[in-house]
């Protein structure tokens, strides 16, 4: 694995790594549920230049994700082990292993290795692109419906991420509710299970605090009770459920780095998100 790390320096992992993290477990400091952000498990080299924002996981690097996890005691569940047991304040390890975009490469690559390692995962279906015959996102091929029944019939959770995959917080409030609704609708009627919880597509907004109002009452009258973002953090049951935080996962994610993600020590980014986005919000006024 060592050969998939970039050389050039990384001030996040280097920060996460011998900085924070040495100071958390110096300070006996437990972090919360980390809920994984993954999206592609597969073999194609990554797109993006700087590893905070690949996308990609190799598959050797998800077995070695998840044999880390078993490892280290983490029990997979899904996001109702938030509401279950406080996981932080009772001792429990739990994680969340999420994948957004609906792509085939979870049924061919990711699924088999969950198998092996007893553990569920919640796949989020931008229904728009989900159909039999197969249909393309980002021009890579998505889950067919029936590989989606196969998959629900073997413990893995679907929720939605939107039916166009767009920018909800360009529409207007009808055209929002509509993309909750008819993408949980859709997913509850081909799969004939609930649909609990959606994925927020791209960057959450979440300096924008009238349209984060919106949204959390538009999920709650689709009948969500939980809702992921791109916000970096671990959760506890004292989260808010509907904008929770997640930890982005790739094939960049040595084990020094998973670790210190899972313990919370890269959530200080998170701090630096939300300073980048109000100053974005604020120059944008400006102008
Ligand atoms: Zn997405």
Not at 145 to 162: A, P, V
Not at 245 to 263: C, G, N, T, V
Request: charged share 20%; aromatic share 12%; glycine share 8%.
């Amino acid at each position: 694995m060592k050969n998939l790390i970039l050389n050039g320096f990384r001030p996040d992992r280097f920060i996460s790594c011998h900085v924070v993290h040495p100071v958390l477990k110096m300070l006996n400091v437990s972090g919360g549920v980390p809920i994984l952000m993954y999206h592609n498990i597969s073999w194609e080299r990554g797109g993006h230049p700087i590893p905070y924002f690949e996308t990609n996981t190799f598959p050797s690097v998800f077995e070695e994700h998840m044999r880390f996890l078993a490892a280290e005691g983490y029990k997979p569940a899904g996001l109702e082990c938030l509401i279950a047991t406080g996981a932080e304040k009772t001792g429990s390890k739990h994680v969340v292993i999420t994948f957004d975009d609906g792509y085939l490469d979870f049924y061919r690559n990711a699924f088999p290795i969950l198998r092996r390692h007893g553990a569920t995962a919640t796949v989020f279906l931008p229904t728009g692109y989900i159909s039999t015959p197969r249909k393309m996102f980002k021009q890579r091929p998505c889950l067919n419906w029936n590989e989606i029944r196969e998959l629900s019939q073997n413990g893995i959770s679907f929720g939605s991420h939107s039916q166009s995959h767009g920018e909800l917080r360009n529409l207007c409030p009808k055209g929002m509710e509509d993309e909750l609704r008819i993408s949980k609708e859709i997913i509850e009627n081909m799969t004939g299970m609930p649909v609990h919880s959606f994925s927020y597509p791209y960057a959450f907004p979440q300096a924008q605090k009238d349209f984060v109002r919106l949204y959390r009452a538009a999920l709650i009258d689709a009948g969500y009770k939980f809702g992921v973002t791109t916000r970096i953090g671990l959760n506890s049951r004292d989260s808010d459920f509907l904008t929770l935080k997640r930890i982005p996962a790739s094939s960049h994610d040595d084990p020094l780095l998973f670790a210190a993600k899972l313990e919370g020590a890269y959530d200080w980014l998170h701090s630096l998100q939300t300073l980048f986005k109000k100053s974005r919000e604020l120059s944008a006024m400006e102008f």
